[in-house]
T-cell receptor, first 111, second 115 residues
Framework: QKEVEQNSGPLSVPEGAIASLNCTYSDRGSQSFFWYRQYSGKSPELIMFIYSNGDKEDGRFTAQLNKASQYVSLLIRDSQPSDSATYLCAVMGAAGNKLTFGGGTRVLVKP | GAGVSQSPSNKVTEKGKDVELRCDPISGHTALYWYRQSLGQGLEFLIYFQGNSAPDKSGLPSDRFSAERTGGSVSTLTIQRTQQEDSAVYLC?????????????FGSGTQLSVL
């Protein structure tokens, strides 16, 4: 079992719709959870982090964390073509050092 | 500089040769990571440095890979006797590590091609 798992996609959504991305992790003691966005040929950039159970909203993005189910998700509301990218889930382990990434979900927003 | 700097940006080498990849983190950042990303794949953790602590080398794929960080700043990733499967983008990232939710700042990466 991979430490951090994501559906590779592509997840195709029409412009204006909600894109829903999921991530599961294996280390039950994990502390912090991150979503990075990576455009093709570019380096990842942080868009959200969450460390408490529940929802965290930032603009059009909402991160959701359920530690009991070892599940973290990202919702993108009012999806725009500029949101087309690969979204990487990353998990900080129990020891608070190594940041482990999932394989990423490719999102395509169609006008 | 203002960001994480990596050099070279591209490296083409022949199978069996050694290569060195360099990373200059953001000044003052104590945490430094190396990741590898193959085409269309996620980031594979290689090694992590935090201050003066012993590095976490658990992600290094073989003993051909090694890394050091001199003076708590610049880091060099060395791959000996390169193989074609080593071809990938090697990304370096740094953070200030004031808390476990510290943001990582990534460099632009080194595209390594082993012929």
């Amino acid at each position: 079992q991979k430490e951090v798992e994501q559906n590779s996609g592509p997840l195709s959504v029409p412009e204006g719709a909600i894109a829903s991305l999921n991530c599961t992790y294996s280390d039950r003691g994990s502390q912090s959870f991150f979503w990075y966005r990576q455009y093709s040929g570019k380096s990842p950039e942080l868009i959200m982090f969450i460390y408490s159970n529940g929802d965290k909203e930032d603009g059009r993005f909402t991160a959701q964390l359920n530690k009991a189910s070892q599940y973290v998700s990202l919702l993108i509301r009012d999806s725009q073509p500029s949101d087309s990218a690969t979204y990487l889930c990353a998990v900080m382990g129990a020891a608070g050092n190594k940041l482990t990434f999932g394989g990423g979900t490719r999102v395509l927003v169609k006008p | 500089g203002a960001g994480v700097s990596q050099s070279p940006s591209n490296k083409v080498t022949e199978k069996g040769k050694d290569v060195e990849l360099r990373c200059d983190p953001i000044s003052g950042h104590t945490a430094l990571y190396w990741y590898r990303q193959s085409l269309g794949q996620g980031l594979e953790f290689l090694i992590y440095f935090q201050g003066n602590s012993a590095p976490d080398k658990s992600g290094l794929p073989s003993d051909r890979f090694s890394a050091e960080r001199t003076g708590g700043s610049v880091s060099t990733l060395t791959i000996q006797r390169t193989q074609q499967e080593d071809s990938a983008v090697y990304l370096c990232a740094s953070s200030s590590y004031r808390a476990t939710n510290e943001k990582l700042f990534f460099g632009s990466g080194t595209q390594l091609s082993v012929l």
